[in-house]
């Protein structure tokens, strides 16, 4: 630990509010009126598909794009108008983004040169953030000669090293192998913690946005679909769209009447969303649904694929409903195609919504 | 973009367009004014394109000249580089070397030096202009390369030729009817660029003493500049014709891969 | 698998496939070493065959050293000026979007008028600016100006102004697709860390832009410095520049006193140009840690 390590200061974040944004681009909307707002040293990342307009969001913040209308207030200021090279925000892009002319240490200091601070003072800071993100050593390199992730760890010190008042990263793992996907991305959260600053993560990963978010806002079309804590995300998602994108979900058919659902004949409790009575469709995670060999079972397996710790069963109901298990691979030894079986429902909570 | 850049653009873009207009304006004008300031037009310097017996010798001698050496690039080159990717992939760096070579000797140099070589040449083929076939495959052999190592470039040689002989066919084969068809659009570029060039050529020409047709539209501009004009201006327009269906070639392969 | 008997019969089917190589190499030995070997040798030979350095020397004689330098001056500001103008125009280019028509068009046509060197580029001028040329004769009526100022365009000057003409386009054919090179990403990254317009321009574009443009303006000088034909039709009197002067050492018997001094000016620009390949490789290499 360096001495000028920040301390614990969560206060040194910002908060930031979008308010009202609406993008047009042409007859396409790429905002329409989205509002999110990101407490002082909050992580939060946005999820979507492409085009959904979460990159144009960061990309407003950042100054880098005008919306059409609506504000974006940094710290109570209104930044709205403020070109992008007044705003003091650290940005990490997808891949690409080092100066290749620089070695490592000056892209580092590239802000701060531009803020004029003395070479000495910009070098140290430079290396100091390098030692943050583990790149100490290859100060003196230049981009082509680092690796993919090597490369958006030094994106990240450069982006971190003018304390910026807001961090945006812009899908940053997109461009990355599996491995270091996950590796970088736990970092990124380590360092978000130690330095504290508000944060706005972009990406179409569900996992990375949820590994690493304090909260998480599913976009879709322009608007926010629900922003919540991951796990809130996971067990209570507000609208079939964010439980698809969330989870992989099965949809069964279910009737409900006083606030629980019969699905697959267990009664299970439906969360805040669903519809209050009547006939309709249960989104189901896979981990919810279990599945075990037995002659008289009611459902044949359809196909196993087997992932490591985990495997997938297939099955096909009686009644005409595909589903999908996930469980323990201990649990689906022995399961072959055409095999019956009992197919069983656990106890979560499940949205239900009109068929 | 703000309204005096834009105003600066305007203005710059004009300056380019009048700088590079103006001289081909001017050949025009020049090429179809009426004979010893009289006023009026006459296209007397261009029906001269035709019926000067010597003008007309010479184009069809460059016509011929540039078919010639199409071929012989093709001829030569190609199966060449086909062959280094498939057979002797070692010798990619020597051969990529010499081809370009040319471009960092001048053409005036091999000019020079060439001199003892075609005395054996005209000694053993007779002395025709098409005997310039040799040199101006040397000349365009650094465009033609690029041209046909892009294409091949694109494909994968290797698996096509090993699929073409797990099949039975022969290398001759491979190569005619399996290779050529996948490189024919950069063949045929090279190709271009080849008839291109030697249209133009006029070092090796005028000092090997061949009448070919820039050869000639220099001897005549000593007499009769409005017919010199005229063919510059009619072969600039010719390659340039050459020039600009290469380029939707090059459009065209991009949009279809 | 016993290999020993067979071991030379393989050791000569794996010489086979370079056997396909011959006529290539036959080729290019004849029609381009062999000639280039030439001027190197001939360079070294007096007018009976024997070792000399006599051309060499004659290439020290004023006469050869001033073509040296126009050719020099003739390359090196076509070189300079077309590089620049050729840059600002790959620039309004560039910007102008990568779908433009401005772009289709402008890149069209310096295809075609880079390669546009030569006899009908010589023709073009004289029928523009030549006595009678175009523009001499509608600005000798009004507003009276006398541009041909008695044959500047068939000398120095003149070659200068005409060799413009294909450098300007050859330089937007080379350096557009370095413009292109830049990243939107660099230019964001920049201003997000703070930097206006101009230090963009000048912390990250022109650095990344100065190795292109260097080797971009050497392949310039390299290509206006080999240039013959423009200069031949275009020059009535004296020899300016050195391919000319090859010219006349090749059609005159003797000039300067040496028989050989055609080989040994030969040699010279051989010597220039390998000087200019060098200079751009050493460019290449200083620059190969950060580019790609």
Request: net charge neutral; glycine share 8%; charged share 15%.
């Amino acid at each position: 630990m360096t001495t000028a390590a920040p301390d614990t200061s969560t206060e040194r974040g910002v908060a930031v509010h979008l308010q009202d944004l609406t993008r047009t681009y042409g007859a396409t909307r790429a905002l329409d009126g989205l509002d999110l707002s990101i407490e002082p040293g909050e992580l939060v990342a946005l999820l979507g598909p492409s085009g959904c307009g979460k990159t144009t969001a960061l990309r407003i913040l950042a100054g880098l794009d005008v919306a059409t209308s609506g504000q974006v207030l940094v710290g109570g200021r209104d930044l709205t108008r403020v070109p992008a090279n007044k705003r003091d925000m650290g940005m990490v892009f997808q891949a690409y983004s080092l100066f290749p002319h620089l070695t490592v240490a000056d892209n580092v200091a590239f802000g701060l040169r531009l803020r004029r601070t003395s070479t000495s003072a910009r070098r140290a800071r430079a290396l100091e953030m390098l030692e943050l993100v583990g790149l100490g050593q290859h100060a003196s390199r230049y981009a082509a000669e680092l690796s993919g992730g090597q490369q958006q760890r030094v994106a990240l010190a450069r982006a971190l090293a003018i304390e910026p008042s807001v961090l945006l990263l812009d899908e940053p793992l997109s461009a990355l192998d599996a491995k270091v996907r996950v590796q970088l991305r736990d970092e990124i959260r380590r360092i978000q913690l130690e330095v504290g600053t508000t944060t706005l993560f972009v990406t179409h990963d569900q996992e990375e946005a949820l590994a690493v978010a304090d909260r998480v806002g599913v976009m879709n079309a322009g608007r926010l679909e629900q922003i919540a804590p991951p796990v809130d995300l996971y067990e209570r998602p507000a609208t079939p769209f964010v439980a698809e994108f969330v989870g992989l979900h099965n949809k069964v058919a279910a009737t409900v009447s006083g606030g629980t659902a019969t699905v697959l004949g267990a009664s299970v409790p439906v969360i805040d969303g669903s519809i209050t009575s009547g006939a309709g469709v249960a989104m189901v995670r896979p981990e919810s649904v279990s599945v075990s060999a037995s002659p008289t079972g009611t459902a044949s397996v359809v196909s196993v694929g087997f992932l490591g710790p985990i495997s997938r069963v297939h099955v096909q109901t009686e009644a005409g409903d595909a589903l999908m298990a996930q469980l323990p691979s201990a649990l689906a030894v022995g399961l072959a195609p055409q095999d019956r079986v009992d197919v069983s429902i656990a106890g979560t909570p499940v949205l239900v919504v009109a068929g | 973009m703000s309204l005096p850049a834009r105003i600066g653009r305007g203005i710059a873009l004009t300056l380019f367009a009048i700088y590079f207009a103006l001289p081909l304006l001017s050949m025009l004008d020049f090429s179809t004014r009426a004979k010893g300031g009289a006023e009026g037009r006459t296209g007397e310097a261009w029906a001269n394109l035709f019926q000067d017996e010597d003008l007309r010798n010479a184009i069809i001698m460059s016509l011929l000249l540039a078919l010639f050496t199409a071929v012989a690039m093709v001829v030569l080159l190609v199966p060449t580089m086909i062959w280094v990717r498939l057979r002797v992939p070692g010798a990619t760096r020597v051969i990529e070397f010499l081809c370009l070579l040319p471009l960092t000797i001048p053409a005036i140099v091999i000019v020079v030096g060439i001199a003892n070589v075609y005395s054996w040449v005209t000694y053993l083929l007779g002395d025709s202009a098409l005997t310039l076939t040799f040199a101006y495959v040397v000349l365009v052999l650094p465009y033609a390369y690029r041209s046909i190592d892009t294409a091949l470039s694109a494909i994968d040689v290797r698996t096509l030729a090993e699929a073409a002989r797990s099949l039975g066919a022969g290398w001759t084969r491979v190569i005619v009817t399996v290779v050529l068809p996948n490189i024919a659009q950069g063949v045929l570029g090279a190709a271009f660029v080849a008839v291109a060039l030697v249209l133009g050529e006029y070092v090796f020409a005028s000092l090997l003493h061949f009448d070919t047709l820039p050869v000639e539209i220099a001897l005549l501009g000593k007499s009769d500049a409005s017919t010199s004009v005229a063919a510059s201006l009619a072969s600039l327009v010719f390659v340039s014709v050459l020039l600009i269906g290469l380029s939707f070639l090059h459009r065209n392969r991009r949009s279809s891969s | 698998m016993s290999s020993t008997h067979a071991s030379g019969g393989r050791r000569l089917a794996a010489a086979a496939p370079a056997l396909g190589l011959v006529p290539f190499l036959l080729f290019i030995g004849i029609f381009l070493v062999v000639p280039t070997v030439t001027v190197v040798a001939t360079s070294f030979q007096g007018a009976d065959g024997g070792l000399t350095l006599d051309n060499i020397r004659a290439l020290g004689s004023e006469a050869a050293l001033t073509t040296l330098w126009h050719s020099i001056i003739l390359a090196g500001s076509t070189a300079i000026i077309g590089g620049a103008l050729g840059a600002l125009l790959a620039w309004l280019v560039v910007s102008a979007g990568p779908t433009s028509r401005l772009r289709r068009v402008t890149l069209a046509v310096s295809g075609v008028l880079a390669q546009f060197g030569g006899v009908p580029l010589a023709f073009a001028f004289i029928a523009t600016l030549g006595f009678s040329g175009v523009l001499t004769e509608a600005l000798r009526s009004w507003p009276g100006v006398d541009i041909w100022g008695g044959g500047w365009l068939f000398g120095l000057k003149g070659l200068i102004v005409v060799y413009c003409y294909f450098q300007i386009p050859l330089m937007v054919l080379v350096f557009v697709p370095a413009l292109d090179g830049l990243r939107v990403q660099w230019r964001e990254a920049a201003v997000n860390l703070g930097a206006s317009r101009w230090q963009y321009w000048r912390h990250v574009a022109v650095p990344l832009l100065t190795p292109a443009f260097l080797g971009s303006v050497l392949l310039l000088f390299a290509n206006a410095f080999a240039a013959y034909a423009t200069a031949a039709v275009l020059v009535s009197q004296g020899n300016p520049i050195t391919p000319l002067l090859i010219r006349s050492a090749l059609t005159s018997e003797v000039l300067l006193g040496q028989a050989n001094l055609g080989f040994a000016l030969a040699l010279e620009m051989i010597v220039v140009v390998a000087v200019v390949m060098t200079l751009y490789a050493l460019l290449l290499r200083r620059t190969s840690r950060w580019m790609r």
